[in-house]
């Protein structure tokens, strides 16, 4: 079945592979899941040592930047992997959440943001 759609998070919930064309230019062609592996999202964490948990996860090679919301927000490590190092550390985590990029961030991504049409989707879910 083929079915069309300007509306993102619809098409996350019903697809499981994806053709993405953007001005007439095919982007994509791929599965819901390759594209999520390829557009990973990233962890909220909040701790009172802050300054001290990013040093130490960008000395683990993790990409750490503050979050508009409060706290970090760090790429490329897992959860568990941030809880452990903290751990070993001895600094406090008072939240850890792992947030998923939307079918729509990624479409907006690979299109360059070419789009007439974007749905109030979000993207965060918490672990």
Same mark, same amino acid.
């Not at 991504?109 to 789009?115: F, K, N, P, R, S």
């Given at each position: ?6 509306l993102?998070?619809e098409?996350?919930?019903? &697809? ?7 001005r *007439?230019?095919? /982007? +994509?062609?791929?599965? =819901? #899941? !390759? ?26 090679? &993790? ?7 409060? *706290?970090?927000? /760090? +790429?490329?490590?897992? =959860? #568990? !992997? ?44 918490? #672990?």
């Amino acid at each position: 079945m083929l079915l069309s759609s300007h509306l993102m998070g619809e098409m996350e919930r019903t &697809a499981d592979h994806l053709v993405i064309i953007a001005r *007439g230019r095919l /982007v +994509a062609d791929t599965s =819901v #899941a !390759e594209l999520r592996q390829r557009f990973p999202g990233d962890v909220l964490v909040l701790s009172p040592r802050d300054a001290e948990l990013a040093a130490t996860l960008r000395s683990a090679g &993790a990409r750490v930047a503050a979050d508009p919301s409060g *706290g970090l927000a /760090v +790429a490329g490590m897992a =959860v #568990a !992997e941030i809880g452990d190092l903290a751990a070993s550390r001895g600094i406090a985590l008072h939240k850890v959440t792992s947030r998923h990029r939307s079918l729509e961030d990624a479409y907006l991504e690979l299109t360059g943001g070419a789009v007439e049409y974007r749905s109030g989707s979000q993207r965060r879910q918490e #672990a």
